[in-house]
């Protein structure tokens, strides 16, 4: 059974900081695998998604890495800002799963003035 | 650009009621998958639907029953609700004739109180 972790499980850094997020995965057999931001009571918002040929993807402050074969992903933020407070969650799709995401416990992240 | 719908937003039932929660997937997305949030928790997946044809199933209750429809809209059926049914759940939406790389885009959720 695949499962994800994410440490930390809560960060708090001051604005203008870069910071990592880390995704980690029991079963390297995965699709892809895709990043979220989800704000209190909200819904996910998708930031990335890296194939599982791929190694890294960008959009914008963002940068995903994923290293399959070590079961590990990694969420570079830069420049972080008050507005990038929230809960990021990665989530995979398994190569065997069907079609369904299987996602971490997730990462808070508050970024202070 | 247009996202995915749910409705309600937010639901409020007693114990032993039914509800249903409804979905509209993004123009031209063909596969639709629900996942429930419980507080605190990170979403697990109930089940999917691709071409009107159920073509995954998670953790979803006997009690919860869901369907693809022609226009592909989706519903969630929810009878003999309990306290612990009480979440937020997702519908999300993909194209998932072009394969299973594309990703899954999320609704803003259905918020169910059982009270």
């Known amino acids: 059974k695949q499962e994800v972790t994410q440490i930390p499980a809560a960060l708090s850094v001051p604005e203008g900081e870069n910071l990592v997020l880390n995704c980690s995965f029991t079963?390297?057999?995965?699709?892809?695998l895709q990043w979220f931001r989800q704000d209190p009571g909200k819904g996910l918002t998708s930031l990335l998604l890296i194939q599982s040929s791929q190694r890294e993807q960008t959009s914008g402050r963002l940068n995903a890495s994923l290293d399959k074969s070590s079961g590990r992903s990694t969420l570079y933020i830069a420049a972080s800002q008050p507005g990038d407070s929230a809960t990021y969650l990665c989530a995979v799709r398994h190569e065997g799963g069907g079609n369904k995401l299987t996602f971490g416990t997730g990462t808070q992240l508050k970024v202070e003035l | 650009a247009a996202g995915v719908i749910q409705s309600p937003r937010h639901l409020i039932k007693e114990k032993r009621e039914t509800a249903t929660l409804k979905c509209y997937p993004i123009p031209r997305h063909d596969t639709v998958y629900w996942y429930q949030q419980g507080p605190g928790q990170d979403p697990q997946f109930l089940i999917s639907f691709y071409e009107k044809m159920q073509s995954d199933k998670g953790s979803i209750p006997d009690r919860f029953s869901a369907q693809q429809f022609s226009d592909y809209h989706s519903e969630l059926n929810m009878s003999s609700l309990e306290l612990g049914d009480s979440a937020l759940y997702f519908c999300a939406s993909s194209l998932g004739a072009v394969g299973r790389g594309q990703p899954q885009h999320f609704g803003d959720g259905t918020r169910l109180s059982i009270l």
């Open positions: 079963d390297s057999a995965i699709y892809n």
